[in-house]
């Protein structure tokens, strides 16, 4: 079982930035792939950034250049640094891990964290 516990959301102005962290804890014998995804209202969730355990990242059109995904495996952490925000990246965002157990893997939610940008 992994627990995740997601921060650093908030209100911010069009143009500014915001840090995401999610840490997991829990039982099990790794982490896997990490990853952000935010869901607006009215839409699907999608997938914002994800890094695997080495440490290779993958983006959304809609965010390269502006989002940087990292983690720090020792704290079992994943961040978003989000940099030009605009009032479209508004959402509630959620971080999901991949977490490796004695036999599986399973995917595990965070319980997002809700981001509000103002134009």
């Known amino acids: 079982q992994v627990q995740l516990g997601a921060s650093g959301g908030g209100l911010v102005q069009a143009g500014g930035p915001l840090r995401l962290s999610c840490a997991a804890s829990?039982?099990?014998?790794?982490?896997?792939?990490l990853g952000w995804y935010r869901q607006a209202p009215g839409n699907q969730r999608e997938l914002v950034a994800s890094i695997t355990s080495g440490g290779s990242p993958n983006y959304a059109d809609s965010v390269l250049g502006r989002f940087s995904i990292s983690r720090d495996n020792a704290k079992n952490t994943v961040y978003l640094q989000m940099n030009s925000l605009k009032p479209e990246d508004t959402a509630v965002y959620y971080c999901k891990a991949n977490g490796q157990g004695f036999l599986y893997a399973h995917d595990y939610w965070g319980q997002g964290t809700q981001v509000t940008v103002s134009s």
């Open positions: 829990g039982s099990f014998v790794r982490i896997n792939n």
